[in-house]
């Protein structure tokens, strides 16, 4: 199995409180991988997990078989719902730092020719997110359509190995999600991109997703439910994407499905 | 209509603010001239005519004893003072705060010692600066920024270190290492709070400044008014502390427009 990125045995406690339990994961290449679950349920802690951003109490992930550093690196693109832009730079110069970043380790900013090619870069990017007129705006000055437009831009250009999306488009309105979608969509076929996208939205899950994922608990205490973890519940490939209707006949389940068990009630 | 809903015009607000101050002025006026009414040579509440004379001596004539304008030297003197410790605090809060807040290492390890320095009150340390350092410019610019560094610097390191988390990992993401999330990242957003803070900290700059002066100086706003005050001279210390809240309003005004123009972003800028 030619996994991108595996989770083995993943456990995310924070003190006595279990988060994440037993998440055993393998994410393939050019797969859309969305994750639903409610709230609590540690979807954003798995998120995290893979990002770089928290380390696992226990298990190991992989990515491309060597194990990840227990930090944040360019291979892992991310989107968060806000404040995944810096406010104090224009869109041109917001996906220009990217670049700056790899090729001017001390100075971190390029001068001349190296500028002007990098410039072209991220105007090119910028172009293919639909923002090809907003160049020289700021954040502030832009819809928080536009802005996700940005953060997605700006993470697409150092062509990370997974995009992770946190609740991307959770913050807009209907009409602009659409719109979102379908640039999310589009990008994901252009750059042959491997995206894991944690949403509220299950309708926007199945809509996008080529594969979702359920977390929960499995098990339930009523008396410490602390002390156990979600973990991923349901994984249903979907084979036919974009058409929300099919989801149901695809929806096999893989994983056991022993949820909800409640233990020991007196 | 509800008081809270009430908001005067452009031109009205201008009026409204002047009237207060008018009002004050008058009253000073008024005041004044009862006494100066009851006793011509009265010094308590001198009239406008005899600060601009006692003024205009020390504007526009050469002291005898050193050559110099004396309110201009004063002047000169005071400024460079304040520029001085104010620039070496501002510079301090700067990679300090950076320092501190960016890396949680060097937090966990100077930001007790911070804490501890910021709540010494700075004017019980002006002895000690005064024996370690002497009586000459050295002690006096070395007091403002003991008295506004530290609080510059908490300041800068609490802002730095309130930036979003998500902006600090999205850099990271981006290939940046720890320097360029310092110099691309937290040092351009913690300009403007850098000049906010500098305006607030030109407050107490000013009152280290003039106490200094007031103990131990040959030269200097504070010292001249201290000074005069030998001889009752009101006609020559209303007339500073009047300089000095222009030149204090003068000063925050020029850090608010700087921070505008060279910070658009942080202002809500175009809309």
């Known amino acids: 199995m030619s996994a991108l990125l595996s989770l083995r045995d993943i456990w995310v406690e924070y003190g006595d409180k279990i988060v994440l339990e037993r998440v055993d994961l393998d994410i393939e290449a050019g797969s859309f991988v969305s994750i639903i679950g409610p709230s609590g ?5 798995l998120l995290r ?3 770089g951003q928290e380390v ?8 491309d078989g060597e194990p990840l550093a227990p930090e944040c690196g360019p291979d892992r693109g991310v989107v968060f719902q806000r404040y995944s832009v810096f406010p104090h730079l224009s869109a041109l110069r917001n996906t220009i730092f990217g670049l700056e970043c790899a090729k001017a380790p001390l100075a971190a900013r390029l001068f001349g020719g190296a500028r002007r090619a990098a410039a072209a870069e991220a105007e090119e990017m910028l172009r293919s997110v639909g923002l090809d007129d907003a160049l020289h705006l700021y954040p502030a000055q832009m819809s928080g359509g536009m802005q996700q437009r940005l953060a997605i831009a700006q993470a697409l250009i150092k062509r990370p190995r997974i995009l992770l999306l946190d609740e991307p488009f959770g ?9 979102m979608h379908a640039l999310i969509t589009r990008l994901w076929r252009d750059y042959a991109l491997t995206i894991i996208m944690v949403t509220h939205d299950i309708r926007e899950a199945f809509t996008l997703g080529t594969r979702v994922l359920t977390l929960d608990k499995r098990r339930h205490d009523p008396h ?12 249903l490939p979907l084979l036919r994407r974009t058409e929300p209707a099919a989801s149901e006949e695809a ?3 893989t994983s056991p499905q ?6 020991g009630n007196g | 209509m509800r008081w809270v809903n009430r908001h005067a015009r452009r031109g009205d607000r201008i009026f409204l603010g002047a009237v207060p101050i008018l009002l004050l002025v008058l009253l000073y006026l008024f005041l004044a001239a009862q006494r100066h009414a009851a006793n011509p040579m009265d010094k308590i509440l001198p009239l406008p005519a005899s600060m601009a004379d006692a003024m205009a001596a020390l504007l526009f004539q050469a002291d005898q004893l050193t050559g110099q304008f004396v309110f201009w030297a004063d002047t000169l003197a005071s400024l460079q003072r304040l520029g001085i410790g104010l620039g070496i605090a501002t510079l301090s809060a700067l990679v300090v705060g950076l320092l501190l807040g960016v890396l949680p290492p060097v937090r966990a390890t100077f930001g007790p010692l911070l804490t501890v320095v910021a709540v010494i009150p700075p004017i019980a340390l002006l002895p000690i600066l005064f024996i370690a350092l002497g009586l000459g410019e050295t002690a006096k610019v070395a007091l403002i920024v003991i008295g506004v560094a530290p609080v510059m610097m908490r300041d800068i390191a609490a802002h730095v270190a309130a930036l979003p988390r998500e902006q600090i990992v999205k850099a990271q993401t981006l290939g940046a290492s720890s320097w360029q999330i310092m110099i691309r990242v937290a040092l351009p957003q913690a300009m403007p709070r850098l000049l906010h803070a500098m305006r607030l900290a030109l407050g107490p700059a000013w009152v280290f400044l003039i ?9 200097g706003l504070g010292y001249r008014i201290f000074l005069v005050r030998r001889y009752l001279s009101m006609d020559v210390i209303i007339p500073y502390v009047a300089w000095i809240a222009i030149l204090a309003i003068l000063m925050d005004g020029a850090l608010t427009l700087a921070s505008r123009r060279a910070f658009p972003w942080a202002h809500g800028a175009g809309h």
């Open chain 2, 211 to 219: 106490s200094a002066e007031a103990i131990a100086s040959d030269v």
């Open chain 1, 56 to 63: 696992p109490t226990r298990g190991t992930i992989l990515l």
């Open chain 1, 224 to 235: 410490a439910p602390h002390r156990f973890g979600a973990t991923a519940v349901y994984d």
């Open chain 1, 171 to 179: 913050a807009l309105d209907p009409g602009i999600r659409a719109d």
């Open chain 1, 49 to 51: 997990v893979v990002l």
């Open chain 1, 41 to 45: 349920a540690g979807k954003s802690s």
């Open chain 1, 251 to 253: 929806a096999d389940e």
């Open chain 1, 258 to 263: 022993d949820d909800k068990e409640a233990i």
